[in-house]
C-alpha cells in the first residue's frame, strides 16, 4: 500500500537565510499563498526570535494561510524562543512548535561547552515547556548524521518521553551518503515505532555534497514519513532538499517507493517561478523539474524519438509539473495574443486593458533586446511589473 509522505516546506525559514534572499513581509505572505496552492501539509514559516521582523511575517502568514496549512518555526532549546514561536503560530488552526539543539560530539562540545547529559536536559525541559503550549511539538537533532549512534538515541527516546510529536533527523552539513543514511533512519525507525508508533519520523537534508535529494528519498525507502525540503533547493551554503525534485522522485516512481504526497504537482513550476523572482535568485537551467532546459530536447536523435513517443525520451510530462509540452518562443513579431495566451497560462490576469498595453509594449522592448522569449522571461516580466505596479 501506498504510504502517505508528510510535506514540510522551510523556504521561509532555511531557504530564506541564504545570503542576498531577503524577503519582505508582503513576498513572504505571497509565497505562503503559492505554497498552500501547492498543497504542502506545513509551512515553516520562519525563526520569530531572530527579530521583530520575522515575528510579524510568521504571525502574518500564520493568519493568512493558516487556516487550511499547519505552520510552524523555529526555536533553539531556550524558554523565550519558544514563546516566540507559540505567540507567533497559535493563531493557525494546526500549529506546530519546532525545537532545535544538536547531538554531535562536535555541537555537544564546540557550541554548548556542556556534557552530553546536561545538553540532553536542556532539550527535555524544552520540550516539557513547549507542551505545555500546544499538543505539536517536533525535536531536530541537529547534526544528526555526524552523531555518535546510541548517544543521538538516548535523546530521541528522551524527548519522545518528554511528549515530543515528530523527530526530525538532519544531515544538517549534508556530509551524509544515501546508503548510510537510508541505514541510519532504519535503525531510529526500528526503535521508535517500539517506543511509540505514533511519533512521526522526519528528515532534513542540506546538499553539501549534492546528495539532498537521493538521501531524502533513502530515507523514505527507509522508513521516514516526512521530508523537510525547499522550494528551488534554496537553503544555508548549497542549500536544501528540493521539493520539487524530491516530490517527483517519488511520484514518477511510486511503484519503487510505495509512497504519495499530497502535492499538487501542476502547481510545482509556477511556484519556483515566484520564489526565483522574489528571492532574485536564478534557477538554474539544466536544474531538474524546474529549470528552463528540464524539457527541452534538442539533438536530432532525441526529437526523432519524441516524435515517434514521448516515452522514448521524457520519464514524466511536462504538463505534470505544470509546464508546457510545447513551449511557445515569443518574438518581437508574435502579437498581442500569443503574449496574452502566455500571460494567462502563467496565472496572472489580463483584464486590464491599459496595463496589458503597457505591459505588451515591455514585451516588445524585452524581444527586441533577447530575440527570443521564453516562459521564464514572460514570467519575470509580469511579475515585476506588478510588484511595481502595487
Ligand atoms: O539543518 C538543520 O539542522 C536545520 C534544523 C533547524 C532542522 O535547519
Ligand atoms: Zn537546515
Known amino acids: 500500500m501506498s504510504r502517505k509522505i508528510i510535506v514540510f516546506d522551510t523556504t521561509l525559514r532555511d531557504g530564506e537565510q541564504v545570503p542576498g534572499a531577503k524577503l519582505n513581509v508582503q513576498q513572504k505572505i505571497e509565497i505562503a499563498q503559492q505554497l498552500k496552492k501547492l498543497r504542502v501539509d506545513i509551512i515553516e514559516a520562519g525563526f520569530p526570535a531572530s527579530s521583530e521582523g520575522d515575528f510579524r511575517a510568521v504571525q502574518e502568514i500564520a ?29 493557525a488552526q494546526d500549529p506546530l512548535i519546532h525545537i532545535v539543539l544538536g547531538t554531535s560530539n562536535i555541537h555537544v562540545e564546540k557550541k554548548f561547552n556542556r556534557s552530553k547529559d546536561a545538553v540532553m536536559e536542556m532539550g527535555v525541559e524544552a520540550v516539557r515547556y513547549a507542551k505545555t503550549l500546544l499538543p505539536h511539538v517536533q525535536y531536530s537533532t541537529e547534526d544528526a548524521s555526524r552523531s555518535d549512534f546510541e548517544y543521538l538515541w538516548s535523546t530521541i527516546e528522551a524527548v519522545v518521553k518528554a511528549g515530543a510529536t515528530m523527530i526530525n533527523v538532519p544531515d544538517t552539513v549534508g556530509y551524509a551518503v544515501p546508503d548510510e543514511f537510508g541505514d541510519l533512519i532504519r535503525r531510529i525507525n526500528d526503535r521508535l515505532k ?8 522526519s528528515v532534513h537534508c542540506h546538499n553539501d555534497l549534492g546528495m539532498a535529494t537521493a538521501n531524502t528519498l ?40 510505495q509512497c504519495h504526497t499530497n502535492i499538487n504537482t501542476k502547481e510545482l513550476l509556477r511556484t519556483s517561478m515566484l520564489v526565483s523572482h522574489l528571492t532574485g535568485l536564478d534557477v538554474q537551467v ?13 539533438s536530432g536523435i532525441h526529437q526523432d524519438g519524441l516524435l515517434k513517443d514521448k516515452q522514448v525520451y521524457e520519464i514524466m510530462s511536462p504538463e505534470e509539473v505544470g509546464a508546457d509540452s510545447m513551449e511557445l518562443i515569443l518574438t518581437a513579431r508574435s502579437g498581442r495574443h ?13 483584464n486590464d486593458a491599459a496595463d496589458f498595453e503597457v505591459l505588451f509594449a515591455k514585451f516588445l522592448e524585452l524581444a527586441d533586446a533577447k530575440k527570443e522569449v521564453y516562459d521564464h522571461d514572460v514570467f519575470y516580466l509580469v511579475a515585476n511589473h506588478r510588484t511595481l505596479a502595487d
Do not use: Q
Open 63 to 91: 493568519r493568512s494561510v493558516g487556516d487550511s496549512v499547519s505552520i510552524t518555526a523555529l526555536a533553539r532549546a531556550v524558554k523565550s524562543d519558544i514563546d516566540a514561536v507559540y505567540e507567533s503560530v497559535k493563531i
Open 194 to 201: 517500539n517506543l511509540n508508533p505514533d511519533v512521526i519520523l
Open 218 to 257: 533513502a530515507a523514505i525507502k527507509n522508513g521516514a514519513e516526512k521530508v523537510e525540503c525547499t522550494i528551488n533547493g534554496l537553503g544555508e551554503r548549497a542549500g536544501n532538499a528540493s521539493l520539487e525534485e524530491v516530490v517527483m522522485g517519488m511520484k514518477v516512481r511510486e511503484n519503487f517507493y
Open 286 to 298: 539544466n536544474k531538474a523539474i524546474t529549470g528552463a532546459n528540464a524539457f527541452a530536447h534538442s
Open 338 to 350: 500569443a503574449f496574452k495566451n502566455a500571460v494567462e497560462k502563467l496565472g496572472f490576469e489580463t
